[in-house]
């Protein structure tokens, strides 16, 4: 376990870096996990390089009373779409819907005049003063809150109307889990002052430690217990080992000894925390970014290994069809990504003839970039290959690529041997290009090597040139 304060100082410095270096610093440390490197702390340091993406890339949450009354729910808070159902936590999305209810149809008066009084307390510098007002006005919506919920569920024309002014897929449970936090905001926050801010490892040494926080009367019990699960999940480093409660619980890992335990419910975390991460995976494959791609698919990829590893399941578990689905759900978002490699770089390589070529020319920089970066995107998908099912498809393409690349270095430097002034450009580009992404596929050795052919070649060029 971590010393908070440590965790704290080094969240400070990683949002003190410039946005260059923290992609810099995410894709350096995702490399070294690749290669297996011992590297203390490069999780906690991924996880938070990640959040904080996610954040910057974020709209700006609504005024100042609006980020006080939900501040309570923000351990609980899921980056996802409001469809998704997420045992425990609430979708951030659904956070401005409400709101905007709460301030036009429920109490619009009392909002108003609340939040200027907010403003005006922050302006005066009382900070304490505004908290207070934030409070009192969360104690006074749980009333109106709880009354617009029991108005629904008693009459089928104040749900309809109240779906309809907040507008999300399910707003009624969006409301009812709001005013829960809201309604227990001290006990939560208690229960989370109790808990470490970072677990690196939930295992012997501390798991009956943290099984008995959560427990505790002083957790809230029962109706509590799904969201100090989500809150003790937060705090790990691996968040999918919160399913060693389960097994710990039921002194068994049998999947059907550990449904009927309470802490069955972990696992349906776990498994909605799988299937967030993919989605997360598949809007970074479609933005092109891909800065947090490897650190996703190494979280995707040990979650499902924990899950098959840590519990056992029957064939025929619904658990167990969950996380089939789950593992091919990225096999079939990432294989276009894989098979259209070796494709790429045989158009970019494929030897012309000096017709197809124009005058001092050479390949666009953005081709040969993106060629590369789907070279290393495809080796780290070797590296998680088995527990995503691409074992067969990655292999195949590497193997692909591999014996493509070989050949077709030789033919490259030979043509650049014989190159005239008008081809000589676009042929040696081809032959940078293929230094570049041999020196990913086969290693800096064999790079080294090319470019050595490639200068001896360039050599003869100017010598042929000059007699």
């Known amino acids: 376990m971590a010393d908070g304060a440590l965790v704290e100082r080094l969240r400070q410095y990683l949002r003190g870096l410039s946005p260059e270096a923290r992609t810099l610093l ?75 209810w709460i ?70 449970d969006d409301v009812r889990s709001i005013l ?7 006990t939560l926050a208690q229960f989370g002052a109790q808990l470490p801010n970072h677990i690196k490892s939930l295992d012997d040494n501390n798991i009956d430690a943290v099984k008995a926080m959560i427990e505790s009367p002083a957790a809230g019990g029962p109706a509590l217990f799904v969201y100090v699960l989500v809150i003790a999940m937060g705090r790990l480093a691996a968040p999918w080992q919160l399913i060693r409660l389960a097994a710990r619980a039921a002194g068994s890992d049998n999947a059907s000894r550990i449904a009927k335990t309470p802490y069955a419910v972990t696992v349906d975390i776990v ?36 899950l098959r590893t840590e ?52 390949l666009d920089e953005n081709d040969v970039r993106d060629a590369e970066a789907q070279i290393e995107f495809v080796n780290t998908c070797r590296a998680y290959a088995g527990e995503l099912a691409l074992s067969e498809l990655t292999t195949r393409t590497w193997t692909d690529l591999e014996h493509y690349l070989d050949p077709a270095t030789a033919a490259l430097v030979a043509n650049l041997r014989v190159a005239g002034d008008s081809d000589r450009p676009f042929r040696q580009s081809q032959l940078d290009a293929a230094v570049r992404f041999c020196r990913k596929v086969f290693g800096e050795d064999y790079a080294a090597m090319l470019l050595k052919a490639r200068d001896v070649a360039a050599a003869a060029e100017r010598k042929a040139a000059r007699g």
């Open 26 to 100: 995410m894709t350096e440390l995702e490399r070294g996990l690749l290669r297996g490197e011992d590297m203390t702390g490069a999780e906690l340091v991924l996880q938070e390089l990640r959040r904080d993406a996610r954040d910057n890339m974020r709209p700006k949450r609504p005024g100042t009373l609006a980020r006080l009354f939900f501040q309570p729910l923000e351990p609980l808070l899921v980056d996802d779409v409001a469809t998704h159902n997420h045992p425990g936590r609430i979708a951030r999305v659904v956070l401005e819907p409400v709101w905007e």
């Open 103 to 172: 301030c036009r149809d429920l109490m619009p008066g009392e909002a108003k005049a609340v939040t200027e009084q907010v403003a005006r307390a922050f302006d005066e510098g009382a900070a304490e003063r505004a908290e207070e007002l934030a409070r009192a006005f969360q104690d006074r919506a749980a009333i109106r809150m709880e009354e617009a919920l029991a108005n629904a569920t008693s009459d089928d024309k104040a749900r309809r109307r109240l779906a309809g002014q907040i507008g999300t897929p399910r707003a009624s």
């Open 180 to 186: 829960t936090v809201i309604q227990t905001r001290q």
């Open 271 to 306: 498994l909605a925390e799988i299937q967030r991460m993919i989605n997360e995976l598949k809007a970074e494959l479609r933005s092109g970014r891909g800065l947090a791609v490897g650190a996703l698919l190494k979280s995707i990829h040990d979650a499902a290994r924990g």
């Open 311 to 362: 519990i056992n399941f029957s064939h025929e578990s619904p658990w167990a069809r969950g996380l089939a689905a789950l593992r091919t759900q990225v096999s079939d978002l990432l294989k276009g990504e894989i098979e259209t490699l070796p494709g790429r770089v045989r158009r970019l390589l494929r030897p012309r003839p000096i017709k197809e070529i124009a005058p001092n020319s050479a």
